[in-house]
C-alpha cells in the first residue's frame, strides 16, 4: 500500500516526550539502507535491551502516546521504513483511485436516497421489525419487475404496433398459411345492435367487447412485417415471441440473483440444534427500532420465541420417550388428517374444475345475458371459486393441524407448505380446464376442434354462431379477471372487514371482543398473496401484454392500504417470521411460481395451432414457427451459425461441458456443506468443553479459597484453576 505524510510536530504535556513526523519528500528520499535504522520512537521510550527487548518496549512506548490510531500507525511504518519510494505516477495514480473511491460513494449514497419508499419501509421496520418489514421489501421488489417487465412490453411489442397503426405503414403479411377455413377466420368481437349502457362496465371489467380489439389483449396485434425503411423491416410477431422469453428469463435471473445471499445464510444457520438459541440471543435484537412501543414488542417476540424454542425442546424430549403404542397411534391420527387435508385439497379443485366448466355454459343463456349482476357473476364464477379455496381451505387445515401434534415451527412450515401448493395448483387445475375446453379435451381431431386444430366455437365471439374464437385472448381474460378480482377481494377485505374489527376492538369492552383482539399481519400468509398474483400475471402476460403494467398500478395500490391498514388495524403476528430465513423462502417459492407459468406458456407456443382470426401468429401452424423463418432472412453465414447452434455438433458438446460443470458445482457444494457440518460440529464440541471447564471451576473455587485463604480470608492462589483454562 502507499501511505503519505505530512510533517507534524508536537509535545506530550503529560511525559515531556516529543514526537516527529516526517514529511513526504524526505520520505522519498530515504533509501533502503536505512531499513535498519533505529525506529522513531520518543526519548527515553527505549532502553539498553536486547533486539528483541528493544522492540517490544518500543511497541509498548508507542501505545502509550496520546495520539489517534492512524498517526500510530503512521510512526510504526516510519520507524521499520515500511513506507515505499512514491513516484509522481503513483501519487497520480493514488489520487485517483481516491477519488473515484470517493465519487462511487457518493453516487451510492445518493442512489440511497432514489430508493422507493425507503422512509416508509424504515417507518415499518422501526414499528413492527424486520419480519414485517420484509414483506414490504418483497412487495417493492415486486414492483420494480412489473415495471421494468412493462417497459420491456411497451418498447418492442406495443408501441411498435400503435405506431404502424396510427400511421398506416404498409406492411408485408408473414407465415405459411395466410388462408384458412372460412369459419376459422371472421373474428369481429364488437357489440352488435342495441348495447345496453351497463355493457361497457361489463366489458371494462370482463375484457370482453370493445376491450378485446384494445392494445391490452392478444388479438390487437397484427401479424405484419413492417418495413421501417430500404434496410429495416420490423417483425412483429417475432419481437413478440421474443420479447416474451426475455422477460421471463430475466425475470428468472433477477430471482436467482436476489435469492442468492439468503441461500448462503439458510445454508449456514440450516442445524436447528446449533442455531436456535443462538439465533435469538445474539442475532434476535432489531437495532432499526423506533420508540418504546417497538422496543416492548420485540421484546415480546424475542421471549416468544425463546418460549417456542423451549417448547420444541420439551416436545422433543417427549418424542423420544413415546412407547411403540403411542407411536402407532399417533402416525395412524396424522395420516387420517392428512387424508382429510388432502380431500379437502381435490374438493377444492373439483369446484374450481366445475366452476370453470359451468362459466362458459351459462354465459350461452340468454337468460343470463340479460341480466346485468348475474351475467358479472357468471363471468367471475371461476375467480370467487378460486378465492373462496384459498380462504377457505387453509383456514380449515390450520384448525386440523393443531390434532396432529406437531412443533411450532413445524406447524408454520406445514402450512405455508399446504398453501403453497393449493394457491398454485388452483391456478393450474384453471389452465387445464381452460385447456380442455380449447383444445377439445386433447383430441384436436374431434369434430368441434377438426377445422382449426382447436375449438373455434367454444366462445363465438359476440355471440354470433358466424363469428370464430380467438383463444389466446380468452385465456388472457381469465387472468385479467383474477388479478381484478383479486384486487377488490384484498380492498373489501380491509374495508369491511379489518377497519370495523379495530373499530370494535378499540371501542367495546365487550370480553370475548378483547380475546379477539385486532387483526395479526401474518406475513407468510401475505406474501403468498404476492406469490399468486405475480404467478397469474406471467402467466396471462403473453395473451394480455398490458398486465403488466395493470399489475404494477396493482401492487403501488396494495403497497398502502397493507400500510394503513398495518398502522391502523393490525397488530404483529404472535407466530414471528425471521426477515433472515423468509427472504430466501419468499424468492423460492416466487421461482416455484414462475416454473409453473412456463408450463402453460411453452404449451401454447410449441403446440397448440393459434387462432386464424386473430393475433401476431394467425398464420403461423404453431407460434413457435416465427423463428425458423426468420431465420431464412438472414445472411448465409449468420444462418449456418445459427444452423450450427441448433445442430448436434454444438448440442452434444454443451451437454456434456454442461454435466462437467453440474458435477464441479455439485462436488464443490458437498466439499463446503462438509466443512459446515464440521465446524458446527465444532463448535458443539467447544460449547460441550466450555460449559465443563466452567463446571469444574465452579467446583473447585470453594476449595481453593479455603486452602488459599490468608488470615483476613483472602484468595492468595487459584494456580489449580489457571491450569484449567489454559
Not at 405455508?416 to 393449493?422: A, D, G, I, Q
Not at 363469428?467 to 373489501?492: A, H, N, P
Request: hydrophobic fraction near 40%; proline fraction near 5%; charged fraction near 15%.
Amino acid at each position: 500500500m502507499l501511505y503519505r505524510t505530512a510533517e507534524l510536530e508536537g509535545t506530550d504535556r503529560s511525559s515531556g516526550y516529543q514526537y516527529y513526523y516526517p514529511d513526504s519528500e524526505s520520505l522519498r528520499s530515504r533509501t533502503s539502507s536505512h531499513s535498519h535504522s533505529r525506529p522513531l520512537y520518543p526519548p527515553g521510550a527505549q532502553g539498553e535491551h536486547s533486539p528483541g527487548d528493544e522492540a517490544g518496549e518500543g511497541v509498548k512506548a508507542l501505545r502509550e502516546l496520546p495520539l489517534c490510531l492512524a498517526q500510530k500507525r503512521i510512526l510504526s511504518k516510519v520507524s521499520h521504513m515500511k513506507i515505499p519510494v512514491v513516484t509522481k505516477w503513483q501519487s497520480w495514480k493514488l489520487s485517483k483511485s481516491k477519488s473515484m473511491k470517493k465519487f462511487r460513494e457518493e453516487v451510492k449514497e445518493a442512489s440511497h436516497y432514489l430508493k422507493l419508499w425507503r422512509r416508509a419501509l424504515q417507518k415499518i421496520g422501526g414499528n413492527f421489525g424486520s419480519g414485517i418489514q420484509s414483506y414490504f421489501a418483497f412487495l417493492r421488489f415486486l414492483v420494480l419487475l412489473n415495471f421494468v417487465t412493462f417497459l420491456l412490453i411497451g418498447v418492442f411489442v406495443v408501441i411498435p404496433n400503435i405506431v404502424f397503426r396510427t400511421l398506416n405503414l404498409t406492411s408485408l403479411e408473414t407465415g405459411s398459411n395466410a388462408s384458412g377455413p372460412a369459419e376459422c377466420l371472421h373474428y369481429n368481437p364488437s357489440p352488435q345492435g342495441l348495447v345496453y349502457f351497463y355493457s361497457y362496465l361489463l366489458d371494462l371489467l370482463s375484457g370482453t367487447g370493445f376491450m378485446e380489439l384494445s392494445a391490452l389483449f392478444y388479438g390487437y396485434y397484427q401479424n405484419s412485417e413492417v418495413g421501417v425503411s430500404s434496410q429495416f423491416s420490423y417483425n412483429v410477431p417475432l419481437a413478440y415471441l421474443l420479447t416474451c422469453l426475455f422477460y421471463i428469463l430475466l425475470s428468472l435471473t433477477w430471482i436467482v440473483l436476489r435469492s442468492g445471499s439468503g441461500f448462503k445464510l439458510a445454508v449456514v444457520t440450516g442445524d436447528g440444534d446449533l442455531s436456535s438459541y443462538s439465533m435469538s440471543v445474539f442475532c434476535g435484537w432489531d437495532f432499526g427500532l423506533e420508540g418504546e412501543q417497538a422496543a416492548r414488542l420485540k421484546q415480546n417476540s424475542i421471549r416468544y420465541e425463546l418460549q417456542v424454542e423451549l417448547e420444541e425442546d420439551a416436545l422433543r424430549r417427549n418424542a423420544a420417550s413415546r412407547t411403540l403404542a403411542q407411536r402407532v397411534y399417533l402416525y395412524t391420527l396424522r395420516g387420517v388428517l392428512n387424508l382429510l387435508v388432502v380431500g379437502l385439497i381435490l374438493a377444492a379443485f373439483y369446484c374450481i374444475y366445475r366452476a370453470s366448466e359451468q362459466s362458459s355454459i351459462l354465459q350461452e343463456d340468454p337468460s343470463v345475458k340479460d341480466n346485468f349482476f348475474l351475467l358479472l357473476l357468471v363471468q367471475y364464477l371461476p375467480s370467487i371459486v378460486i378465492t373462496a379455496a384459498n380462504f377457505l381451505v387453509p383456514t380449515l387445515c390450520d384448525i386440523i393441524i393443531r390434532f396432529e401434534r406437531y412443533s411450532m415451527t413445524m406447524q408454520i412450515k406445514l402450512t405455508l407448505m399446504r398453501s403453497v401448493f393449493l394457491r398454485l395448483t388452483s391456478l393450474g387445475v384453471l389452465l387445464y380446464s381452460l385447456w380442455n375446453q380449447i383444445t377439445c379435451n386433447g383430441a384436436p381431431h374431434e369434430s368441434a376442434c377438426r377445422p382449426c386444430e382447436y375449438n373455434y366455437a367454444q366462445y363465438p365471439a359476440n355471440s354470433l354462431p358466424s363469428c370464430s374464437q380467438c383463444w389466446e385472448t380468452r385465456v388472457g381474460q381469465e387472468m385479467y379477471k383474477l388479478m381484478i378480482f383479486d384486487f377488490i377481494t384484498g380492498v373489501v377485505v380491509i374495508l369491511l372487514v379489518e377497519f370495523p374489527r379495530r373499530m370494535l376492538v378499540d371501542h367495546c369492552s365487550c370480553k370475548p371482543l378483547q380475546l379477539w383482539g385486532r387483526q395479526e399481519f401474518v406475513v407468510p400468509e401475505n406474501v403468498l398473496g404476492l406469490v399468486y398474483a405475480q404467478t397469474v400475471v406471467w402467466t396471462g402476460a403473453f395473451f394480455c401484454p398490458l398486465l403488466p403494467l395493470i399489475n404494477t398500478v396493482k401492487f403501488i395500490l396494495l403497497f398502502y392500504f397493507k400500510k394503513l391498514t398495518l398502522f391502523q388495524n393490525c397488530r404483529p403476528a404472535s407466530r414471528t417470521f425471521r426477515s433472515s430465513t423468509s427472504n430466501f423462502f419468499f424468492l423460492l417459492v416466487l421461482l416455484m411460481g414462475l416454473g409453473l407459468a412456463c408450463v402453460p406458456l411453452g404449451y401454447s407456443v410449441a403446440v397448440i395451432h393459434p387462432s386464424f382470426g386473430c393475433g401476431p401468429f394467425r398464420s403461423f401452424s404453431h407460434m413457435w414457427d416465427v423463428v425458423p423463418q426468420s431465420l431464412t432472412s438472414l445472411p448465409k453465414t449468420a444462418q449456418s451459425f445459427f444452423n450450427f447452434l441448433g445442430s448436434q455438433a454444438f448440442a452434444v458438446p454443451l451437454f456434456l461441458l454442461s454435466c462437467l460443470v453440474f458435477s464441479y458445482m455439485a462436488a464443490m457444494a458437498s466439499v463446503y456443506g462438509n466443512n459446515v457440518a464440521q465446524l458446527k460440529a465444532q463448535l458443539k464440541l467447544e460449547g460441550r468443553d466450555k460449559q465443563f471447564l466452567v463446571k469444574r471451576i465452579s467446583e473447585l473455587t470453594p476449595a481453593n479459597q479455603k486452602k488459599s485463604a490468608g488470615p483476613s480470608g483472602s484468595v492468595v492462589d487459584i494456580s489449580e484453576t489457571r491450569e484449567l483454562w489454559e
